[in-house]
């Protein structure tokens, strides 16, 4: 359905932390959408049409959805499980909750559930990581189908250092990853990801498969962790005594390259940085959850000026909250904590076009260029009454973007748009 959305509009054409000319804002904007796609995006007073459907968000922001590039599925039921720290919270919360996710039905259920609570929190399009069962790739992939989302998930591939329900094999891992990448990847607007689920968890033949794949299908995406924790760093060169480091590891079996998607990346050494920026490969923040595990500090500056290329994620459920929002609050103190500044159009931008490119996604999702997807969040800086009081004050469009990153939450998304349509309390679904 063609369609007209009005508001104050905001994207991002370039990166706030590089130029002083990054963004565009129109104060009474309006987004023409058509099969699921934007046809053009300017003044309401050029755009509108005589007996073409509007819809009215103002006095409201519209942005891009929010883009979330490292995030469980088999964790939705995990936030908030009490914890010591990463290796110990796996084996007590994650791996059992996990382990449902062989029933079909339940993961079905939880698919569900999942991308609504990612539309409620104004968020679009995600990479997730399914659990090791090809029952909760298949489920999720179908439901994001529905929606017509653009998701990148795969299969864990896990097969030792944990429980046995959540183990695979290296070949059953390869079987499954290789029918779920002829299944999914490329049908609608659905993205394969490697999943090999870290070093600990991965024997060297399974990630000697899951070299395979990437080298046979060079065109999915890899998406794993590493450095979060130092224990876990250290038990990774225990199993892996010939590797250089951690990212070696990854390196030695073909894993590391510009769809590479690494998750927490804390605890770095310079020649990791220097092989990151070399090769391409993504570094993740996942503030709420570096915090919440005692993981440490992300040096967001210090991976920029080397030319590693960073996205921010919610990592739910070792993160705290679904929300972008909360998500780019907790990023903004821990760089605070790391001397370093986190402006809120950088915020905004790393949240949406930012992420976009770490995904290597931009022409897709984003931004509001037309012929992209009509991906939308719409944000209301007066959603609470706190909010409301503060707003009383803010004179800028910036202060206006600090509110929603510092104060916001599910309240502050008014509504949001997959593919041109509204999706929030589960509207919208196929």
Avoid at 70 to 92: E, K, M, R, T
Avoid at 229 to 253: C, F, G, H, M, S
Avoid at 312 to 319: H, N
């Amino acid at each position: 359905m063609r369609q007209l959305i009005r508001g104050r509009i905001l994207d991002f054409h370039a990166d706030p932390a590089e130029t002083a000319d990054h963004h565009r804002y129109i104060e009474d904007g309006a987004i023409v959408t058509d099969a699921g796609r934007i046809e053009a995006v300017g003044d309401y007073s050029a755009l509108r049409q005589d007996g073409l459907a509007e819809i009215d968000h103002r006095p409201h922001l519209i942005l891009p959805g929010f883009i979330d590039p490292h995030i469980h599925f088999p964790q939705l039921q995990v936030v908030a499980s009490w914890g010591a720290q990463l290796l110990d919270w796996l084996q007590d919360y994650t791996f059992p909750a996990e382990a449902e996710f062989a029933d079909p039905d339940h993961s079905r259920t939880m698919a569900g559930h999942f991308l609504d609570m990612l539309a409620m929190h104004g968020t679009t399009s995600a990479v997730a990581f399914c659990s090791s069962h090809r029952a909760s790739a298949e489920a999720l992939f179908g439901a994001a189908l529905d929606r017509e989302m653009a998701l990148v998930a795969g299969k864990v591939m896990m097969d030792r250092g944990a429980i046995p329900a959540v183990h695979d094999t290296a070949q059953s891992s390869y079987d499954d990853s290789k029918a779920l990448i002829r299944d999914w990847h490329g049908r609608g607007r659905l993205r394969y990801a490697v999943t090999p689920r870290f070093a600990i968890t991965s024997t060297p033949e399974q990630l000697q498969a899951a070299g395979a794949l990437a080298a046979e299908h060079p065109d999915c995406h890899i998406q794993t962790h590493m450095s979060e924790n130092r224990d876990e760093i250290a038990l990774t060169l225990q199993l892996y005594p010939q590797a250089r480091d951690y990212l070696d590891v990854y390196e030695t079996y073909g894993l590391v390259g510009p769809r590479t998607l690494l998750g927490h990346s804390i605890h770095l050494e310079p020649r990791e940085i220097a092989r990151m920026a070399e090769t391409g490969a993504r570094a993740v923040f996942c503030p709420t959850s570096n915090l919440f595990l005692g993981s440490g500090l992300f040096d967001a500056d210090g991976l920029r000026a080397a030319g590693v290329v960073s996205g921010i994620a919610t990592d739910i459920g070792g993160g705290t909250s679904w929300s972008m929002l909360a998500t780019l609050a907790e990023g903004y103190k821990i760089m605070q904590l790391r001397g370093q500044k986190l402006t809120p159009f950088a915020a905004f931008h790393w949240a949406t076009r930012g992420n976009a490119l770490a995904l290597g996604m931009a022409d897709e999702i984003g931004t509001l260029a037309p012929g992209s997807a009509a991906d939308l969040v719409v944000l209301n800086a007066r959603a609470t009454p706190a909010m409301a009081l503060r707003m009383a004050r803010a004179q800028t469009l910036s202060e206006e973007l600090f509110i929603l990153q510092i104060m916001g939450c599910d309240r502050a998304i008014a509504e949001t748009y997959i593919a041109g349509r509204p999706m929030k309390a589960g509207r919208g679904k196929g």
